[in-house]
């Protein structure tokens, strides 16, 4: 995540655009009215990022194009009469012969000439100034860098390449424009987002703000508190609009994730028997797989939730999107969203302190949770080993993960596909000897292996290798 936003960062470095204008008539005083009459360099806000070129009033002025364009160098050259010149040029007038001049200016390398068909300019290399969208967009990644990089050695090397926040902060001051605090940002979302009359193109671009925003734990609880779990509910119930439920799941799977008092707050909702009985329903594939996030962040972590879930036939409605044909993917998604559910029942129950009055009630409700059964009543044991036949050893590694934790309970489905499962061992066993003799600390396929092992002796195969 962090790296995407760190390779967003650097390209728009390399298109950001900052119009630099020289003034040069103000300079000779030959123009008395111009604004910049102190010659200095001085840098132009432009509200949009492509540096198209305005002549030095600010407002684009067609210029009749008998000529070709100008194309400055490190020289002085005639610019002719109705010619137009871009930006950020030192300009002069020749007074012996009445003739504008120009050219690039000196030790401003970071400034390049650029060209693209009609239009032209020139683009900072340097950047020095970010335009109000960069400036925007720029905040937006700091936030998201500073919420997702726990890795010290590329934070620091983000570090040299961003603005600081402070900075940021900054240049939005020097450009009138407020910084609003997440408070005020939500609520103003939630506020179009309620608005009757929102568009679909605006309903689109406020889910995606949303989403961006609800990552945070307190925006969250900020959105819940403030009304806006239903409104999200709706849009996602608008099986109409493919896009539209989508985007809409991507901010329902945002802030329930890891929230426990949104969750808790989409449950009572009703976000649960929605999107069970969506993903149920004869919805598309895309919005399925969503569906099945906003399911997942709905459920992690939750114990009751996950009663709730089971109570309400989400293993049947995700037994239905598993067995349509070719959605491998989806399958996976499936696999391990359960196994997530079961390893985390595992892991409270190996954890848990019983002097801890927290760890027994919470011991109390996982133990409610009877996924494990559920799942080989309903004929997931025979669902997962068709799995195995998958080639990619990420989807490999998911199956093999589930079929351990339940090779108890699908103990005789799972010794049918003992052929299989050993067909897998000799494979890993060669990885295995592979990755360990390079001796770089890999053990990605010995992990593999010792899973396939640890099935084959909890259904009482004997390890022959
Ligand atoms: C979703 O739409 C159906 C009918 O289209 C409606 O009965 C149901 O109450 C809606 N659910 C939510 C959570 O909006
Ligand atoms: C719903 O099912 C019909 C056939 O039963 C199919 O033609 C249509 O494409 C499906 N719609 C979606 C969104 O999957």
Redesign the pocket.
Known sequence: MSRLCFQLIQAMNIICVTLVIFCCLACLGLHGKAENNDGALSVVQQDDDNGIVENDNGDSEIVPDKYESFNPTEEWQTVKEGQAIPAGLHVRMNFETGEKEAKLMDGEAEYKYWRDGDRHGMMNMDRKQFSMNELKKALKDFKTTQLDDTDLKSEAEVKKNFKSYEELKNDFASMNMDIKTDFEIITELVKQLKHKDIGRDDMITVLQDLEYYLHQIDNGILFKDIGGL?YI??II?K?DDKQLQIEAAMVLGAVTSSNPKVQIGALE??AL??LLRLTSMNSSIDVKRKLIYCISTLCRNFPYAQRRFLELGGLAALGSTFDEPGVEKVKIKIVSFLNDLLVEKILVIENSKLELSSDIEKLKQYKQVHLEEAMREQGWCERIVTLLKLQDHESRENVLNIMDSLSTSCKTCFIKSTNDLKTLQTEYSQLSVEELSIGDGNDYFTIILNVINSVLTNIGIKDEL
């Open positions: 239903p509910l709706n119930n099986t909702a009703g028997q929605l």
